[in-house]
């Protein structure tokens, strides 16, 4: 079964701080997923990975970068965080073969003070 | 702009009820679609997928979906529901132009009561 763990299930961090969100898959997934979810918004693409050191803007880049130095790991970096990036952060993985279905890690709920 | 709606946010049921969740996209050309279920304080995971041959998919846990091409459909169906399938529920679409991203609906929300 894959397994995608992210690092924390909580977090709480203050406006104006860089904050680190981590992601490992165990599967050798070539491609690795960032998303915020919010209520009534649903899941929102922020950065996708499809090979190390390779990253694409999803649909809702700014104030996001990430980084992929391992296959196994992808991160999410809020460079200066703000109060409209608190949010449930999700990642992803998922195969080279785009009809493979994307699998997700439980989540990060992120609250910028 | 180009799109995965949901129309039903929140549904509300009795146990056995059937149900019916509404997905609509707008994309032109081949889609691939997904249905996917959060249980409360879980992850995603996958309930079913279409990508070609019978439109009508049968899922994990008795849950199917019926792809209309001609309505640009993806209706997610159970004929009884149970209070275990309390979650939220969202549609995706692997749009045309791009296969490495998935659009996801905004979700909807059932609530089964027993």
């Known amino acids: 079964d894959v397994k995608v763990t992210q690092s924390s299930r909580y977090l709480v961090k203050r406006t104006g701080e860089k904050v680190f969100l981590e992601c490992v898959q165990d599967?050798?997934?070539?491609?690795m997923f960032w998303y915020r979810q919010d209520p009534g918004l649903g899941l929102r693409l922020i950065y996708f990975s499809y090979d190390v050191k390779m990253k694409e803007k999803g649909d809702i880049p700014e104030g996001y970068s990430v980084s992929r130095e391992k296959k196994e790991r992808f991160s999410l970096i809020l460079e200066s965080a703000s109060t409209n990036q608190t949010s449930m952060y999700l990642c992803?993985?998922?195969?080279?073969?785009?009809?493979?279905?994307?699998?997700f890690g439980d989540g990060t709920r992120l609250s910028i003070l | 702009a180009q799109s995965v709606s949901q129309h039903n946010h929140h549904v509300i049921l009795s146990e056995a009820a059937s149900l019916e969740l509404g997905c609509n996209y707008s994309y032109g050309g081949t889609v691939n679609l997904f249905w996917y279920v959060q249980y409360p304080g879980q992850h995603l995971q996958l309930l079913l997928k279409y990508f070609s041959g019978d439109p009508l998919v049968k899922g994990i846990k008795g849950f199917e979906a019926e792809f209309i091409k001609s309505k640009f459909s993806f209706n997610l169906r159970k004929p009884s529901v149970q209070w275990s399938d309390t979650a939220e529920y969202f549609c995706?679409?692997?749009?045309?132009?791009?296969?490495?991203?998935?659009?996801f609906g905004t979700g909807t929300r059932l609530q089964v009561f027993p």
């Open positions: 992803a993985s998922r195969s080279g073969n785009s009809n493979q279905p994307q699998h």
């Open positions: 599967m050798d997934h070539e491609n």
């Open positions: 995706a679409v692997i749009p045309p132009y791009n296969t490495d991203k998935l659009i």
